[in-house]
């Protein structure tokens, strides 16, 4: 499809979906028949009554939050104006932490539609861009669990009492035709975790613990011989590498202490390990879901074969909810890190996309040698840790199962000799550095971005033939970017992944992936026009990735809902078992999301979401 084509779609589909309510709009009132097509939102005729929620909120035992947005402590108009607490909430509005700890905002404000945004005291705010409620989804006992690392799970009868909480949130829901969304941490580029007037389930606090030495299967008459940890569906990579730590093991995992579990794996989840080990979808021995109709589940090998397959990969908030993984873990292995850089000074420089283009090509290669990594490719560089600026390329990357640090060089010095001979006037930085294990290494290179901003971002795979098929040409698709990202995060590990089960539903360009690449595009908030500007243009500029290996697709988990044609960019040939997998657990979509599986039978029109 020419670019042009592509990004008409990408604007009509903005205008027609649910990215298309413009900041400050408020709920329309219901239409005439429209209790029957849509589902209820506060105000209209269909929204329970304040009577049917505090029976709800007595049912879950006190769990159910009528939250604020964090920002109205910054509005005087608010009853929660305070000037103190907006001091707060301003220094840390743009860290991951704020919001993952708030039971309604996203990390990505455009999702909330920027309806109370504390920066922005004479703008609106309001809930309406939020969901109404929210079921804070954990007990005392689960915080206990938590606590209690190692420690066994209770009684049977007390595992039946949690598991029947659980599904009395997704019963409310159905029963009461309310929209339902499912939030952990909020970290979710596709702000698949909030819904303006939903009712949120808020499975943040779901963070048990529990490591096996081997692990058997519910249901299944084997025992599979490694070692394992069961964690709550809301545990965050960052306090599971904590916890595991203690054990001298590690888990595949993002490379941000805020992914959770839940939205990573559904998505497949890519790790600057998995060059070694395979996706995190490919980690999961067992999970404990709660199916859109109320069913609480164990899918595994075994047993629900057909949805263990579907949420390894198929994407978040879509087959159910994730309350417990079960995933491999491995011996943390010790690790020689190299953070280094390819830079000049000379901004305009013309060189600098031929210099990307030909390292970028090199990356098959990298991959054969062990190596794995996080890179800027970039006009302008600029990262917490890096004292060096300038155009061209830098990173981060890491070889496993050493300490010498010559190992690294090693595998560096061909293509660094290269470089100094054909573009002597870059500048050179490498600092090899040994790190007795992984976690030693995370701790210091983990995600340190930045969130509270609006921003759209896109992506895209590519295979080796991509790569070096023609090294200008990846030099020029990225000078058009400007400044994006070449993760070495899939490779061999991924290839040879061999997941429970024979397969599991992540895009199989996974399987030939070299390099995943990212771009992004930030616009300033309450502006409607910058916002489908913003849209149009990050696809405009992945076009030339999309150009590269046309084949391949791109990654669910950090992308934006105007991916061209997303069922199959996302899915690839997984596509038509994965939506008949949702008719079946889903018939009545209790979950929706977009862009998601077989979400075309409703629309978000305003704030109201609809049956087409």
């Known amino acids: 499809m020419p670019t042009t084509q592509r990004l008409l779609l990408a604007l009509a589909h903005l205008v027609a979906s649910g990215n298309a309510f413009f900041a400050g709009q408020e709920p329309r009132a219901a239409a005439s028949g429209e209790a029957a097509t849509c589902r209820a939102f506060p105000g209209s005729a269909g929204w329970p009554s304040d009577a049917t929620w505090a029976r709800f909120n007595q049912s879950t035992g006190g769990k159910l939050l009528r939250p604020v947005p964090p920002g109205a402590v910054c509005h005087p108009g608010q009853p929660t104006y305070d000037a103190g607490g907006c001091a707060a909430v301003l220094a840390g509005w743009a860290t991951y932490d704020l919001h993952q700890d708030d039971p309604v905002s996203n990390m990505w404000q455009q999702y909330n539609n920027d309806t109370c945004l504390p920066g922005v005291p004479d703008g609106p705010c309001s809930g309406a861009g939020y969901p109404y409620f929210v079921v804070n989804a954990t007990t005392a006992q689960d915080v206990k669990l938590g606590l209690d690392f190692g420690e066994s799970c209770g009684s049977d009868e007390t595992r039946r009492d949690k598991m029947r909480m659980k599904g009395l949130i997704i019963h409310a829901a159905r029963a009461h035709n309310v929209r339902v969304v499912v939030k952990s941490s909020g970290h979710d580029y596709q702000g698949r975790s909030q819904a303006p007037g939903a009712l949120s389930i808020w499975v943040h606090h779901m963070q048990d613990l529990e490591t096996h030495t081997s692990f058997q299967p519910r249901g299944c008459n084997f025992t599979i011989d490694t070692t394992a940890v069961t964690a709550g569906g809301g545990s965050q990579v960052g306090q599971i590498l904590d916890e595991l730590q203690g054990i001298n093991q590690t888990i595949v995992g993002g490379n941000s202490k805020t992914v959770s579990l839940g939205g990573y794996i559904t998505g497949g989840g890519h790790s600057i390990l998995a060059p070694h080990y395979g996706l995190g979808a490919d980690q999961v021995l067992e999970m404990e879901v709660v199916t859109p109709m109320g069913e609480i589940v164990v899918a595994n090998e075994c047993q629900n074969q057909d949805l263990f397959w579907a949420m390894r990969g198929g994407g978040g908030s879509t087959f159910g909810v994730v309350t417990e993984f079960t995933l491999i873990t491995y011996p943390t292995p010790p ?278």
């Not at 190596?371 to 004292?387: C, E």
């Not at 360009?509 to 502006?527: E, M, Y």
């Not at 030339?544 to 697709?553: C, I």
């Open 335 to 612: 690790v020689v890190g190299i953070d280094m850089s390819l830079l000049t000074a000379d901004l305009n420089a013309s060189y600098v996309w031929d210099m990307a283009g030909y390292i970028l090509s090199q990356y098959p290669y990298l991959d054969s040698k062990g190596l794995s990594g996080y890179a800027i490719v970039t006009d302008n560089f600029t990262y917490p840790g890096f004292t060096e600026s300038g155009a061209g390329f830098a990173g981060s990357f890491i070889i496993i199962d050493t300490q010498d640090i010559q190992d690294m060089l090693d595998i560096w010095a061909p293509i660094l000799d290269h470089v100094n001979k054909t573009w002597p006037a870059a500048s050179m930085s490498l600092g090899p550095v040994p790190y007795a294990t992984f976690q030693d290494w995370f701790s210091t290179h983990f995600d340190q971005y930045t969130a509270g901003y609006d921003g759209w971002v896109g992506s895209h795979l590519l295979d080796a033939e991509g790569l070096t098929g023609n090294t200008t040409a990846v030099g020029e698709a990225f000078r058009v970017l400007g400044d994006s990202q070449a993760f070495l995060v899939a490779g061999q590990g991924v290839k040879n992944a061999k997941p429970r089960g024979g397969s599991n539903s992540v895009n199989p360009s996974w399987r030939r992936t070299i390099a995943h690449t990212t771009n992004g595009v930030q616009f300033p908030p309450l502006n409607h026009t910058a916002k489908v500007e913003a849209l149009v243009k990050v696809n405009e500029q992945t076009e030339p990735m999309r150009q590269l290996s046309p084949d391949m697709g791109a990654y669910v988990n950090e992308n934006n809902p105007a991916e061209p044609d997303w069922q199959h960019s996302f899915w690839g040939d997984n596509y038509g078992r994965l939506l008949s997998i949702k008719r079946e657990v889903d018939p009545l979509d209790v979950l929706w999301c977009d862009p998601c599986v077989g979400n075309d039978r409703w629309k978000q029109i305003g704030y109201r979401l609809c049956q087409v």
